[in-house]
């Protein structure tokens, strides 16, 4: 019964990470909170993916073949974290200034694509994982009601949900005690390592479809150490791409991730110096 | 718009990629079963080191994950589903795999050296 509710929250949260980050961000600044249909947008567009993939794993539908969901999951995991990426870069750019460019009316640039490029990350990050919650409460709801505690069993996921909802309240919470500066910064070390799981889970599958190289495999074996079984292993692989048997280039690939993003950001808070710079002369709440 | 365009990309990369992937031929072929009292059947499963097929059958009446960080495998199964995965590995050694919807069902999958 703990089992159902900790396996809902557990698949919810990632996608609520995503969510909710973007969600208090997006509601910190007038800019942004002309995102917020986008979001929500994104959120009910991936419940229908979700959907139309459960359809799939529950063997109802075949629209996609095996070898079709193993090369679909690898492409949404890299669209996922290309998307992150790009959107943690922009919030760096335009964060600070964005107040300021929307009063000059300089925030027309901010069109139409960036808010495209959030909806679609929202929906791929609730369609990711919601369609396992989908076949996961299908199956034990449909077990259950041979034993006949069906409603025991709804009430568990339901209970999985709320924690997940309280999770996301708890970071909205976060945003409103820590310094939004501090939050901000967190939030952008949260979203990059996620991108970085999401990068390194989507080699897996590339090496699994033969498509990619593993140069030396494994390079090292830390399973005795931190296996990623369960516990701190599972967390750090789920969020941040640990591995106890890497392949050679998938940590090519992980490290060259950290490079490129390093050097986007550094890039990005050139270019949003001048903003920065205009904005000292008069005290800013931030 | 680009984002949009991005998406439909994909759906149709996820659609046709299979296609130029050439069908595994006479590979061996291994069964794992998730039975309806929550166990692996086998649940040591051995294999020679190289490229096989591993054809996963849900018999349960709940939704199934087959999962191993170290197989680098992830596979959804709902109730009643028969799948399959194929797995190329050259390391001998045992290779740890669990159900991630009922973590305690665990299984090891051993690989043994060409002879």
Known sequence: MEQVAFIVWRESVEALLVVGILYSWLRASPEGRRGLPWLWGGVGAGLLLAGALALVLLGISSWLSDQGQEWFQALMALAACGLVVQMVVWMRAHGRGLKRELESGASERVGDDHWWGLLALVMIAVAREGSETVVFLYGTVLSSQASGDVGAMALAGAGGFSAALLTFWLLQLGGRIITWRRFFKLTEILLLLLAGALLVSATDRLISLDVLPTLMDPVWDTSWLLGTESGLGKILADFAGYRAYPALSQLLIWLAYWCVVAWMLRRASRAAVPAASGRAKAPVAA | ?115
């Open chain 2, 1 to 115: 718009m680009r984002a949009w365009i991005a998406f439909a990309a994909l759906v149709w990369a996820g659609w046709l990629a299979p296609m130029s992937v050439a069908g595994a031929a006479d590979m061996p072929v291994h069964t794992l079963t998730f039975k309806a009292d929550g166990t692996f059947e086998p649940a040591r499963l051995e294999v020679q080191a190289g490229r096989f097929k591993i054809v996963l059958v849900n018999e349960s009446t709940e939704a199934v994950e087959f999962e191993s960080l170290p197989l680098r495998k992830e596979k959804v199964l709902g109730p009643g589903v028969t799948s399959f995965v194929v797995l190329s590995l050259s390391r001998p050694g045992e290779y740890p795999f669990f159900d991630d919807f009922h973590p305690q069902v665990k299984g090891t999958l051993v690989v043994l050296p060409k002879p």
